[in-house]
C-alpha cells in the first residue's frame, strides 16, 4: 500500500504506537485537510484512536502552551498512550456527551442566536406599558419644548408637574410648601384649587395632584418662558411634566423611560435585561428556570485563604419520582411552568418590550425555520437600519447554519438537557460552521446519529464546507454515506474490546471494499448483509390504537400497531416520531401498568390495552451517574456473584456476608482508595492525576477478601474478566451463565464486568437494558419499544441486533422501534410514517404498511430511500 504522503501530497498527522486503552500498538497516517472515518465495531478502538489518543493530545498541547493561570480554568486532558504524534493542529471535539444537562442552557445560548436577539432587543426593542400598552419612550426638554411649540397659535395651555398619581395622603404639609415656593394652584383630582386655601384631604382616598406651574397662551416670543417653566415642572417631579389644554386634553412627557399616563417606568435597557442567567432579566419568582421544581443551590469549598469557594451548583428536583424503578436511571422530571413568568424565565419589564410587535421569548418559541423567516421579512426605521443590520446579519447566518444541518425544528427555549446526542452534537456543529476558523482538527462522533437519510446529504455537504476552508475532519462514524463520502478511511477491529484494538485495512472507501481483512469493506461492497425475511408477519390479529393524538407538532394521529409484529416508526427528524410513541403511547401504558405519574401528551382514546400485559421502553439515558455502578450491577449479575463467594466454603469459615465482596461498603474493600482502585491527586494549577491505589494495586479490595478463590480467582480477577471470559469460566452455574449469555448476545462480548457505568456509550447503555430485559422470562405479550437501537453500532451489530428483536417477536412480543437505518427498516414487518416533513409541516402519519407498500407512497420521504435498498 502506498503511503499517505505520496497520495495525498502532503504531510499528515502521524500517530506512532497508539496503546490507549484496547488499542495495540496502532500506528497510522492521517491525511491533512481531509475527511478520514474511523469504522469498526462497537468497542473496537475507534473512538480511543479519534477522542482519546489524537484528540486527547491535540488539546493538551495547546494547553500546555498557555500559562499556568490560565491552564487552571481548562480541562486538561492526561497524557495518552502513543509514542508519538506529529502534525498535529489544535483540536476541538464535537461530541454527544459535552451538551450541558444545566437546565439553564437553551438552544439559543448554546448557538449564541440567543445573545444576539437580546442585543437586537437592547438597542431597537419599543418598550410599552404593562398597563396601557402604548409605546414608552423618553424626551429631552428641548424635544418636548419643541412639541408644545408645534400647537396651533393662540392656543391656552396649563404646565403641570405630576406630584402624586394614585397616592393616599391628607397632603396639607405639601401643599403649604408649595405655596411658600411661590406657587399659587394645584389640580387635585381633577379640580383646580387655590394652595393657600387648601384643606387636608381625605386620608384613605388614592388622589392625583398635579402643581400647575404656569398658564400659557401660545404666541411669539413664549418660547424662553416655555422653557423656563417646563424646566421647573421637570426638577420638581422628577423628569416628567403634563401639558393640558382646556379643553382637558392631556400630553405626557417623560425624561425616562417610562409610561407617560402612569409613569411606569423601565430600567435602563441593556441585554442583561433579556438574559434568564442573569439577576437583572431573571422572573424573580423562579430564578430564571422557567419552573419552581427545581431548586438551585451552591455547593461552597474552602478556598485558599479561609474564604469560601463556589465550587459549583447543583439543581434538585422537587416534584415526585416518576419511575419506581431504583435502577438508579435518570429520573423523568415533570416540570411545571413557573406561575409568573409561564416559562418564559423572563422579568415582566423583559417580557414588555417589543419588536415588531413580539417579545423576546414569543421570538424564542418559534422553531429556527419560523424564526428565520420572520426576521428575513422585518422593516427598520432609517436610522435604525445600521444597527440591525449587523446584528440580523449575524442571527440570520446562524439560523440557517441550524436548519441546514437538519435541526430546523428546534426552538431557541428549548432547553439542551431535552436534546438527544445527535441533536446536540449537529448544533454544535452549526455553532462551529459559523465561526470560520481554519486550520484546525475537528473530531465528531457520529454526527449522522437521529438523522433520516434525507438529510445526510446536507450534512456531509456541511462537514465539506469545513473541509474546504483547509481544516482536517475525524469521524468516527457508522453510516455507510458518511463512509462512503470520505477520502480516507481507517477500519479496526477484528472484533471488540480486548479482541480488537488492531488497524484491519486504510484507504479510500473503494479500497476498503476489495480488502479481504476488512469487516466494514464486505459490507460496503455488499459481499455480506442483512438478509430481508422471505415473510412478513402479519400479527396475532389484534391491534393496539391510538386515537387523536395532538401532542407537539401531531395532527390529530390516529396510531394502529399490529400486536406480535416488528414494527417501524420513521420519520424525518422532527417529524413528531418521539411525541407519538414516548411522550404519548408510553406513558399511557406506563400510567396504566405501572401506576407511573408522568403525564402523557393530550390524546382522544386508546383501545386494546387488554392484549398486552407490560410496556418495556429501552432508551439510552446512562444506566449509571457515579463510576461506581457497572453494568454487571445493573443486569444483576454481580449480586449473584457475590452470592457465590459467600457461599463458599472459605467465606463460610470467616463469616463473610455477600456484601464483603462489595466494593461499594465498608468491610472487604480496600480503604485506602475506599474501592475506587484509584486515588485523585489533587494538582493546584493542573489537572487532577489518578493513580493506581498502591495499598491494593487498583484490586479494589483488601487483603483478606482477595483471599477467597473460587477456581484459583480472585473476586476483584472476576470484576477484570470480559463478558466472553466470564462465559467460559461460570459455564457450569446456570444463572450466572444465563445472564451472561444475554450481554454476549446483544454483542458486549468485550465489556468487562467491573466497567464503570459511565464510560458507557448511549448504544451501549441500550444494548445491556435490551440484555437485563432478555434475561427476564417473557409473557409472550409485552410491548417493547426501543428508540433508535442502531445508535452507535456497525453494520454486524446491526444485524446481531435485529435477529434478536425478531426472536423477541417470534415470542408473540411485539417490538416497536423508532429508527432511521434503512437495514433496520428494510427487515420489519411493518412501518408507519411520519411526516411529510419536520415541524410545523410534519405530524401526520403519511404511510403505513410493509416496507414494499411504503416504498410505492410518493409523499412518503422514507419510501423514497427504501425502494432503492428492497431492490
Given at each position: 500500500m502506498?503511503?499517505?504522503?505520496?497520495?495525498?501530497?502532503?504531510?499528515?498527522?502521524?500517530?506512532?504506537?497508539?496503546?490507549?486503552?484496547?488499542?495495540?500498538?496502532?500506528?497510522?497516517?492521517?491525511?491533512?485537510?481531509?475527511?478520514?472515518?474511523?469504522?469498526?465495531?462497537?468497542g473496537?478502538?475507534?473512538?480511543?484512536?479519534?477522542?482519546?489518543?489524537?484528540?486527547?493530545?491535540?488539546?493538551?498541547?495547546?494547553?500546555?502552551?498557555?500559562?499556568?493561570?490560565?491552564?487552571?480554568?481548562?480541562?486538561?486532558?492526561?497524557?495518552p498512550?502513543?509514542?508519538?504524534?506529529?502534525?498535529?493542529s489544535?483540536?476541538?471535539?464535537?461530541?454527544?456527551?459535552?451538551?450541558?444537562?444545566?437546565?439553564?442552557?437553551t438552544?439559543?445560548?448554546?448557538?449564541?442566536?440567543?445573545?444576539y436577539?437580546?442585543?437586537?432587543?437592547?438597542?431597537?426593542?419599543?418598550?410599552?406599558?404593562?398597563?396601557?400598552?402604548?409605546?414608552?419612550?423618553?424626551?429631552?426638554?428641548?424635544?418636548?419644548?419643541?412639541?408644545?411649540?408645534?400647537?396651533?397659535?393662540?392656543?391656552?395651555?396649563?404646565?403641570?408637574?405630576?406630584?402624586?398619581?394614585?397616592?393616599?395622603?391628607?397632603?396639607l404639609?405639601?401643599?403649604?410648601?408649595?405655596?411658600?415656593?411661590?406657587?399659587?394652584?394645584?389640580?387635585?383630582?381633577?379640580?383646580?384649587?387655590?394652595?393657600?386655601?387648601?384643606?387636608?384631604?381625605?386620608?384613605?382616598?388614592?388622589?392625583?395632584?398635579?402643581?400647575?406651574?404656569?398658564?400659557?397662551?401660545?404666541?411669539?416670543?413664549?418660547?424662553?418662558?416655555?422653557?423656563?417653566?417646563?424646566?421647573?415642572?421637570l426638577?420638581?417631579?422628577?423628569?416628567?411634566?403634563?401639558?393640558?389644554?382646556?379643553?382637558?386634553?392631556?400630553?405626557?412627557?417623560?425624561?425616562?423611560?417610562?409610561?407617560?399616563?402612569?409613569?411606569?417606568?423601565?430600567?435602563?435597557?441593556?441585554?442583561?435585561?433579556?438574559?434568564?442567567?442573569?439577576?437583572?432579566?431573571?422572573?424573580?419568582?423562579?430564578?430564571?428556570?422557567?419552573?419552581?421544581d427545581?431548586?438551585?443551590?451552591?455547593?461552597?469549598?474552602?478556598?485558599?485563604?479561609?474564604?469560601?469557594?463556589?465550587?459549583?451548583?447543583?439543581?434538585?428536583?422537587?416534584?415526585?419520582?416518576?419511575?419506581?424503578d431504583?435502577?438508579?436511571?435518570?429520573?423523568?422530571?415533570?416540570?411545571?411552568?413557573?406561575?409568573d413568568?409561564?416559562?418564559?424565565r423572563?422579568k415582566?419589564?423583559?417580557?414588555?418590550?417589543?419588536?415588531?410587535?413580539r417579545?423576546?421569548?414569543?421570538?424564542?418559541?418559534?422553531?429556527?425555520?419560523?424564526?428565520?423567516?420572520?426576521?428575513?421579512?422585518?422593516?427598520?426605521?432609517?436610522?435604525?437600519?445600521l444597527?440591525?443590520?449587523?446584528?440580523?446579519?449575524?442571527?440570520?447566518?446562524?439560523?440557517?447554519?441550524?436548519?441546514?444541518?437538519?435541526?430546523?425544528?428546534?426552538?431557541l427555549?428549548?432547553?439542551?438537557?431535552?436534546?438527544?446526542?445527535?441533536?446536540?452534537?449537529?448544533?454544535?456543529?452549526?455553532?462551529?460552521?459559523?465561526?470560520?476558523?481554519?486550520?484546525?482538527?475537528y473530531?465528531?462522533?457520529?454526527?449522522?446519529?437521529?438523522?433520516?437519510?434525507?438529510?445526510?446529504?446536507?450534512?456531509?455537504?456541511?462537514?465539506?464546507e469545513?473541509?474546504?476552508?483547509?481544516?482536517?475532519?475525524?469521524?468516527?462514524?457508522?453510516?455507510?454515506?458518511?463512509?462512503?463520502?470520505?477520502?480516507?478511511?481507517?477500519?479496526?477491529?477484528?472484533?471488540?474490546?480486548?479482541?480488537?484494538?488492531?488497524?484491519?485495512?486504510?484507504?479510500?472507501?473503494?479500497?476498503?471494499?476489495?480488502?479481504?481483512?476488512?469487516?466494514?469493506?464486505?459490507?460496503?461492497s455488499?459481499?455480506?448483509?442483512?438478509?430481508?425475511?422471505?415473510?412478513?408477519?402479519?400479527?396475532?390479529?389484534?391491534?393496539?390504537?391510538?386515537?387523536?393524538?395532538?401532542?407537539?407538532?401531531?395532527?390529530?394521529?390516529d396510531?394502529?400497531?399490529?400486536?406480535?409484529?416488528?414494527?417501524?416508526?420513521?420519520?424525518?427528524?422532527?417529524?413528531?416520531?418521539?411525541?407519538?410513541?414516548?411522550?404519548?403511547?408510553?406513558?399511557?401504558?406506563?400510567?396504566?401498568?405501572?401506576?407511573?405519574?408522568?403525564?402523557?401528551?393530550?390524546?382522544?382514546?386508546?383501545?386494546?390495552?387488554?392484549?398486552?400485559?407490560?410496556v418495556?421502553?429501552?432508551?439510552?439515558?446512562?444506566?449509571?451517574?457515579?463510576?461506581?455502578?457497572?453494568?454487571?450491577?445493573?443486569?444483576?449479575?454481580?449480586?449473584?456473584?457475590?452470592?457465590?463467594?459467600?457461599?463458599?466454603?472459605?467465606?463460610?469459615?470467616?463469616?463473610?456476608?455477600?456484601?464483603?465482596?462489595?466494593?461499594?461498603?465498608?468491610?472487604?474493600?480496600?480503604?485506602?482508595?475506599?474501592?475506587?482502585?484509584?486515588?485523585?491527586?489533587?494538582?493546584?494549577?493542573?489537572?487532577?492525576?489518578?493513580?493506581?491505589?498502591?495499598?491494593c494495586?487498583?484490586?479494589?479490595?483488601?487483603?483478606?477478601?482477595?483471599?477467597?478463590?473460587?477456581?484459583?480467582?480472585?473476586?476483584?480477577?472476576?470484576?477484570?474478566?470480559?463478558?466472553?471470559?466470564?462465559?467460559?469460566?461460570?459455564?457450569n452455574?446456570?444463572?450466572?451463565?444465563?445472564k451472561l449469555?444475554?450481554?454476549?448476545?446483544?454483542?458486549?462480548?468485550?465489556?468487562?464486568?467491573?466497567?464503570?457505568?459511565?464510560?458507557?456509550?448511549?448504544?451501549?447503555?441500550?444494548?445491556?437494558?435490551?440484555?437485563?430485559?432478555?434475561?427476564?422470562?417473557?409473557?409472550?405479550?409485552?410491548?417493547?419499544?426501543?428508540?433508535?437501537?442502531?445508535?452507535?453500532l456497525?453494520?454486524d451489530?446491526?444485524?446481531?441486533?435485529?435477529?434478536?428483536?425478531?426472536?423477541?417477536?417470534?415470542?408473540?412480543?411485539?417490538?416497536?422501534?423508532?429508527?432511521?437505518?434503512?437495514?433496520?427498516?428494510?427487515?420489519?414487518?411493518?412501518?408507519?410514517?411520519?411526516?411529510?416533513?419536520?415541524?410545523?409541516?410534519?405530524?401526520?402519519?403519511?404511510?403505513?404498511?410493509?416496507?414494499?407498500?411504503?416504498?410505492?407512497?410518493?409523499?412518503?420521504?422514507?419510501?423514497?430511500?427504501?425502494?432503492?435498498?428492497?431492490?
Amino acid at each position: 500500500m502506498t503511503n499517505t504522503k505520496e497520495r495525498f501530497g502532503q504531510d499528515g498527522i502521524v500517530v506512532k504506537g497508539a496503546k490507549e486503552h484496547n488499542l495495540k500498538d496502532v500506528s497510522v497516517t492521517i491525511p491533512r485537510n481531509k475527511i478520514t472515518v474511523f469504522t469498526g465495531l462497537s468497542g473496537s478502538g475507534k473512538s480511543s484512536l479519534a477522542f482519546d489518543t489524537i484528540y486527547a493530545e491535540g488539546q493538551r498541547r495547546y494547553v500546555e502552551s498557555l500559562s499556568a493561570y490560565a491552564r487552571n480554568f481548562l480541562e486538561q486532558l492526561k497524557k495518552p498512550e502513543v509514542d508519538s504524534i506529529t502534525g498535529l493542529s489544535p483540536a476541538i471535539a464535537i461530541d454527544q456527551k459535552s451538551v450541558s444537562t444545566n437546565p439553564r442552557s437553551t438552544v439559543g445560548t448554546v448557538t449564541e442566536i440567543y445573545d444576539y436577539l437580546r442585543l437586537l432587543y437592547a438597542k431597537l426593542g419599543v418598550p410599552e406599558c404593562p398597563t396601557h400598552h402604548i409605546p414608552v419612550a423618553s424626551q429631552t426638554p428641548q424635544q418636548i419644548i419643541e412639541d408644545v411649540l408645534k400647537k396651533s397659535a393662540g392656543a391656552k395651555f396649563y404646565v403641570l408637574a405630576p406630584m402624586a398619581s394614585g397616592k393616599k395622603g391628607e397632603f396639607l404639609a405639601e401643599f403649604q410648601k408649595w405655596a411658600k415656593k411661590g406657587f399659587v394652584k394645584a389640580k387635585v383630582d381633577g379640580k383646580i384649587i387655590e394652595l393657600d386655601k387648601a384643606t387636608k384631604l381625605a386620608k384613605t382616598k388614592a388622589h392625583d395632584i398635579d402643581l400647575v406651574v404656569d398658564q400659557l397662551i401660545l404666541k411669539d416670543g413664549l418660547k424662553l418662558r416655555l422653557s423656563e417653566s417646563i424646566n421647573t415642572a421637570l426638577s420638581l417631579a422628577g423628569g416628567r411634566v403634563i401639558i393640558e389644554t382646556l379643553t382637558g386634553e392631556r400630553t405626557n412627557y417623560s425624561m425616562h423611560s417610562a409610561c407617560p399616563v402612569c409613569g411606569y417606568g423601565f430600567p435602563e435597557i441593556e441585554p442583561r435585561l433579556f438574559s434568564f442567567n442573569n439577576p437583572r432579566g431573571a422572573c424573580p419568582t423562579c430564578h430564571g428556570l422557567g419552573t419552581i421544581d427545581l431548586v438551585e443551590e451552591e455547593q461552597f469549598s474552602d478556598g485558599e485563604v479561609g474564604g469560601k469557594k463556589l465550587d459549583k451548583v447543583v439543581y434538585k428536583y422537587k416534584g415526585k419520582k416518576t419511575s419506581d424503578d431504583d435502577d438508579e436511571e435518570g429520573e423523568e422530571m415533570e416540570l411545571s411552568d413557573c406561575p409568573d413568568c409561564h416559562g418564559s424565565r423572563l422579568k415582566p419589564e423583559a417580557l414588555n418590550i417589543k419588536l415588531g410587535g413580539r417579545t423576546i421569548a414569543e421570538l424564542s418559541d418559534l422553531s429556527a425555520v419560523e424564526l428565520r423567516e420572520w426576521m428575513a421579512q422585518l422593516q427598520w426605521k432609517t436610522k435604525d437600519q445600521l444597527i440591525a443590520e449587523k446584528i440580523v446579519k449575524q442571527i440570520l447566518s446562524r439560523l440557517d447554519y441550524l436548519i441546514r444541518v437538519g435541526t430546523s425544528y428546534l426552538s431557541l427555549s428549548r432547553t439542551s438537557r431535552t436534546l438527544s446526542g445527535g441533536e446536540a452534537q449537529r448544533i454544535r456543529l452549526a455553532t462551529q460552521v459559523g465561526s470560520s476558523l481554519i486550520g484546525v482538527l475537528y473530531v465528531m462522533d457520529e454526527p449522522s446519529i437521529g438523522l433520516h437519510p434525507r438529510d445526510h446529504h446536507r450534512l456531509l455537504d456541511i462537514i465539506g464546507e469545513l473541509k474546504d476552508r483547509g481544516n482536517t475532519i475525524l469521524l468516527v462514524e457508522h453510516d455507510e454515506d458518511t463512509i462512503r463520502y470520505a477520502d480516507f478511511v481507517v477500519d479496526l477491529g477484528p472484533r471488540a474490546g480486548s479482541l480488537g484494538g488492531e488497524m484491519m485495512a486504510q484507504g479510500t472507501p473503494e479500497e476498503l471494499e476489495k480488502n479481504p481483512k476488512s469487516l466494514t469493506g464486505r459490507y460496503l461492497s455488499g459481499e455480506v448483509r442483512i438478509p430481508i425475511p422471505k415473510v412478513r408477519r402479519k400479527g396475532n390479529g389484534s391491534v393496539l390504537r391510538l386515537l387523536g393524538a395532538t401532542g407537539n407538532n401531531l395532527q390529530n394521529v390516529d396510531l394502529e400497531i399490529p400486536l406480535g409484529t416488528f414494527t417501524t416508526v420513521t420519520g424525518v427528524s422532527g417529524s413528531g416520531k418521539s411525541t407519538l410513541i414516548i411522550d404519548t403511547l408510553y406513558k399511557i401504558l406506563a400510567q396504566h401498568f405501572y401506576k407511573a405519574s408522568a403525564k402523557a401528551s393530550p390524546y382522544k382514546k386508546i383501545e386494546g390495552l387488554d392484549k398486552i400485559d407490560k410496556v418495556i421502553d429501552i432508551n439510552q439515558r446512562p444506566i449509571g451517574r457515579t463510576p461506581r455502578s457497572t453494568p454487571a450491577t445493573y443486569v444483576g449479575l454481580f449480586p449473584m456473584i457475590r452470592d457465590l463467594f459467600a457461599n463458599l466454603p472459605d467465606s463460610k469459615l470467616r463469616g463473610y456476608e455477600p456484601g464483603r465482596f462489595s466494593f461499594n461498603v465498608k468491610g472487604g474493600r480496600c480503604e485506602t482508595c475506599l474501592g475506587h482502585g484509584q486515588i485523585k491527586v489533587e494538582m493546584h494549577f493542573l489537572s487532577d492525576v489518578f493513580v493506581t491505589c498502591d495499598t491494593c494495586l487498583g484490586k479494589r479490595y483488601n487483603r483478606e477478601t482477595l483471599n477467597i478463590k473460587y477456581k484459583n480467582k480472585s473476586i476483584s480477577d472476576v470484576l477484570d474478566m470480559n463478558v466472553a471470559e466470564a462465559l467460559e469460566f461460570f459455564r457450569n452455574h446456570s444463572q450466572i451463565f444465563r445472564k451472561l449469555e444475554t450481554l454476549h448476545r446483544v454483542g458486549l462480548d468485550y465489556m468487562t464486568l467491573g466497567q464503570s457505568s459511565t464510560t458507557l456509550s448511549g448504544g451501549e447503555a441500550q444494548r445491556v437494558k435490551l440484555s437485563k430485559e432478555l434475561s427476564r422470562r417473557g409473557t409472550g405479550k409485552t410491548l417493547y419499544i426501543l428508540d433508535e437501537p442502531t445508535t452507535g453500532l456497525h453494520f454486524d451489530d446491526v444485524r446481531k441486533l435485529v435477529e434478536l428483536m425478531q426472536e423477541l417477536a417470534d415470542q408473540g412480543n411485539t417490538v416497536l422501534v423508532i429508527e432511521h437505518a434503512l437495514e433496520v427498516i428494510k427487515v420489519s414487518d411493518h412501518v408507519i410514517d411520519l411526516g411529510p416533513d419536520g415541524g410545523k409541516a410534519g405530524g401526520r402519519i403519511v404511510a403505513a404498511g410493509t416496507p414494499e407498500q411504503v416504498a410505492k407512497v410518493k409523499d412518503s420521504e422514507t419510501g423514497k430511500f427504501l425502494k432503492g435498498i428492497l431492490k
